[in-house]
Each structure stands twice: as C-alpha cells, then as structure tokens.
C-alpha cells in the first residue's frame, strides 16, 4: 500500500478563510497542504449568483498580504473576487490540492487522519477546518411545505433572473442576499420581498468600511472589558449597493412579513388571504459545514464545534476559522478573517512546539 501524506498541519477548504491560513502558515517552519473540494480557486464564491456583489470596496475587501486589485464601480463583482483569489493562490504559490473532498476526520493516535471520498487520506499534527457554510444552506419548516407544487431553492443555488421571467416569486430573507437578487428579479418578475420584521436599509454613505470598522470596534471592546454605544447597522444588514439603490428608486425595496403556510399553489397569509406563487427563493443563511467532523464527537446540539478562541475543547489538535462570529469577530468576511487566521496559527505553532 503507499503511504500516507504527513503534514504538521492539514487545512481543509479552499475559501478566504483556507487561504489567510495558508498565508500565515507559509512564513512559519511548518509543512502544510490545503485540501479544496472545489474544481477551481475561490471556495463558495464560485456559487454566488451571476450579479452578486460584495458591498464593500476591493480596498477594504482583501485578505492578507495582498490587497484587492480595485474596480472602475467601486464595488467588486463575484467574477472579480473569484480571480482575485485564483491570483492569490498563484502568488503565493500555495500548496492546494483539488478536488479532496474529505469525508472524515478521525483519531490516529498521535496524529488526525483526513479520509477523503476517493480513498485517499493524510495525517496531521494540527487540523484547521475551514469549510465555511455555503455547503449547508438553512431553510426553515413551513407547514404544508411539502405540498407546495411550485419551484423552492437557497439562495445558494440561485444564479439568474431570466429562469423565473413573468413568474410570481417570494424572496424569503431580509438581509444582503434577499435585497440584491429582489432588486433584479423585480425587473423580470412580479417579486415578493418576505422578512421576519421590517429590514434595515442603512443609510447610502454607510457601507462594509463602516461596519467592519463598527465590527472591530466591537471586539475590541469585548476584549478589554467595555461596552460601547454605537449606531444600528450590522454586517447582516442590507447595504446600498447601486442595484439596490436603483430598486429603491423604482419603488419596489419594501416588505412584507412572513407567511404562515404552504398551499400546493401558494402561501396563506397571517391575515387568512391566499396568494398564487410560482417559486420561493429562500434567502435564510447558512449552517456551518462540519459533516466531516463528525467521527471527532466534537458537535455540539447546534451543529457547531464548542471552542475556545478557534481551537476545539474536546480536540486540542483541531481549530476551526471563518465560521462567523463563535470563530472570530468579523471573521467569515473577506477583511475580517486574517486577524483570526494570524492568531490560529500562532497558537498552532506553539502549540506544536511543546
């Protein structure tokens, strides 16, 4: 039989968070290998919609040493993003292997063994798991769901309008996801904006600098013990991007709350009234993508990994990074998981070193 691979340290991903990893693991003596599940660079962008942008500039949208190349448009595109991290990969000739995907992550002895799907498998003597959440989208249980005859999918697999032209759609979600694809399925359809409760439209100068700077704010806050007065507006609220701006503008950026059940040709309302509806795309979020650890016993009854800082109570090899704010603040954010990344792996090489 060959042998299997060992490595100081094992990543699995191949996202932002994966690659600020890399980065920071790169300038130490440690030997390392990043396993990606994806065919090509850029982690769960290379699943955004065909117009997603991001709703911060390329300035303020980079990972660790090296910034963003910026755009004519001020906000970047998936597309720009996408080949950003292709070139950062390149740059810093990061050793990523792919497609891996890896099934399980195990006990072996002194080391964690990784088992991808293929058959292969590597040993290590630190993890870093960084699969992020786009390969557990949520969608919540609404009676009757199962009857409903019409089309459902997470914004996830969500890619164009032109697929629901003349169709009668709910956008489910009142954050950055909901608000960006109801602006343009409007154009093409008769579009439903669904939120919990009224959505928060912050104002047009207020964007990802100000709420990362508010986000770092924050922390540091926590970490010595303060608190600290400031305006409402989080990473999760809706930001004014110009296609949002434009559907402000046409009228169409308002909401409803929620429905409370399925029919096989639509939804009831709260107040009994029925509507015909063709397709629900559901804006709702994300779980963390931990399947593989489940051999490891570390789950929680949420679904996620009790840590402390990253690295894991029940599993002092494992860490995990890019989860969103139970693995770092601001941390599943382009600019925001490099503090994050450099802190895990100074931990990891001390903790090697012992």
Same mark, same amino acid.
């Given at each position: ?41 850029? !982690? ?188 409402? !507006? !989080? ?49 709702? !979020? ?69």
């Amino acid at each position: 039989m060959p042998s299997i691979p060992t490595v100081d340290v094992l990543v699995i991903g191949g996202g932002q968070a994966a690659l600020s990893v890399a980065y920071f693991l790169r300038r130490t003596p440690l030997s390392f290998v990043v396993l990606d599940a994806e065919q090509g660079p850029g !982690g769960a962008w290379r699943h955004g919609w065909d117009s997603l942008r991001l709703f911060s500039p390329a300035t303020w949208s980079s990972i660790a040493g090296w910034m963003m190349p910026p755009v004519a448009d001020t906000y970047p595109t998936r597309d720009h993003v996408l080949s950003y991290l292709a070139e950062y990969e390149q740059r810093y000739q990061l050793p990523v292997q792919r497609p891996v995907w890896v099934e399980a992550l195990q006990r072996d002895g002194d080391w964690l063994l990784a088992r991808a799907a293929d058959g292969r498998q590597w040993r290590a003597r630190a993890v870093v798991s960084a699969t992020g959440t786009w390969r557990a989208p949520y969608i919540p249980e609404y009676p009757g769901a199962e009857l409903f005859a019409g089309r459902q999918l997470h914004s996830a697999h969500y890619v164009e309008p032109r697929a629901f032209a003349g169709q009668r759609v709910l956008v489910v979600g009142g954050g950055n996801s909901g608000a960006q694809i109801l602006a343009e399925l409007s154009k093409v359809a008769e579009a439903t904006w669904v939120t919990p409760s009224e959505p928060l439209l912050l104002p047009d100068e207020v964007d990802g600098r100000v709420l990362f700077e508010r986000a770092t704010e924050r922390w540091k806050a926590q970490q010595q013990g303060r608190v600290v007065e400031q305006p409402v !507006g !989080g990473l999760g609220d809706v930001v004014m991007v110009p296609p949002v701006r434009e559907a402000r503008e046409r009228g169409v950026l308002h909401a409803v709350r929620p429905f409370v059940r399925f029919t096989e040709r639509g939804v009831v309302w709260a107040d009994g009234k029925e509507s015909a509806v063709d397709a629900v795309i559901w804006c709702t !979020g994300f779980r963390p993508a931990l399947e593989h650890l489940a051999a490891l016993g570390v789950l929680n009854e949420e679904g996620k990994v009790d840590v402390t800082g990253t690295r894991a109570c029940k599993e002092p090899r494992l860490w995990l990074v890019g989860y969103g704010e139970w693995t770092g603040a601001a941390s599943a954010t382009l600019i925001g998981v490099a503090r994050t990344a450099r802190s895990t792996v100074h931990e990891i090489v001390e903790a090697l070193q012992r």
